[in-house]
């Protein structure tokens, strides 16, 4: 008797932990539901702070929290970075069946291959198994094998192997390959995007009809192939992509401030002018210095500098084509990519160690000037962690691109609530 009445009690006491936990569980998702709703509240006030229709004489700049707040980060990366073609890699990288290449845009994984066929392929670099990346660094190889569990998957992203599966039921090989990307080159870059298809690129947003243009007005058409790679660096910084983006592309306004030496011998900075500003890109020239013999040789009668929405530029300076990749890897770390390109006939008649010096020289000022941007967008990052900081003015005459980026990413960040 006593061991019924035991159990009874027991029982009920066991239906009431049960209630109880299952009761905390329901509260514990509807209080992150409403936390949810409350930040995307806080998100959503924080994009429209910044008010896009002000012209730019009367408008003030984007709050700080545009560059401080991992959720703007966030919001970031599921509009400006999912719906835009992004520069990742180079088309040398991918030239051979079965060369590829891996890359990791805003916590994506992806690998870029040439096919058994020879198209240009693009997918996400995740194992459909267990999420193991199937490719790493860059290679060449007649499939991608998972060093997990040992899947394999064909360079077209089809599966073909997936090992041990006796007994599994409701499985279809077609439907678990590796995700496809659209993807395309401009020039010398590989550039993918994470919606859409690879076809009609202009549609999608890739307007660079007005950049070949200036381009091949300055000895680069991007649809030949006379340039050659020489030479990739990389390096991190502790300031949000953004920053490094206003830096690039404000006019000449810090350059005579920031990078006096060298302007000094190499430019004439008051030349720096803004040849052209909109929402897909900005063009940026500056003359060169006439009493400096040896600036000539490096970066010819004039300098260009194009900014490409969202994360890539391209210079073209003497016989130096170069270009700048951003990986954003949260709202206070970026990291570069230079890639440095010669014209194939700036070899001809050149001894070997005459063409190395040239290269290690250039890159070296390159990389000097590169040292102080570094310091002006991590100061500024670290301003923008303030207190003291809100949001600032424009000046009218040379911030013009600024203005424009961020009515763009306005526009872009308000959408996500209108899907």
Known sequence: MFSTIGRLVNA?????RVFSTGRSAVFQIESRLLDNRV???????MVHRYDPSVPIERAITPPSSWYTSPAMYKLEKDTVFKNNWLAIGRKDQVKRTGQYFTSNVVGEPLVVCRDLQGQLRAFLNVCCHRGMPVAKGEDTVSQFDCSYHGWSYALDGRLLKATKMKGIQNFKAKE??????????WGPLVLVKMTGNSADVENNGLQLEKVETVLKQLDYDPDTEDIVFVKRSTRKITSNWKTVVENFSDGGYHVEVAHKTYTDSYYAGSTVRMADVNEYFTVQM?????NNPKAETRIGKISTYIYIYPNFMISRYGPWVETITLFPYGYDSTDFVFDFFLDKSFFQNKPRDEVRNFIDESVAISDKIQD????????????LMSSAYDAGRYVPRVEMSQYVFHQ????????????
Do not use: M, Y
């Open 12 to 16: 009920r006491l066991a239906f009431r």
């Open 39 to 45: 930040d995307q509240q806080e998100l959503r006030e």
């Open 176 to 185: 678990n390959g590796l995700k496809p990307l659209a993807v395309t080159t």
């Open 286 to 290: 500056a003359e060169t210095n006439q």
């Open 372 to 383: 102080e941007d570094d310091e002006i967008c991590e100061g500024v990052h670290f301003g």
């Open 408 to 419: 763009r990413l306005a526009k872009e960040l308000r959408g996500h609530w209108s899907l």
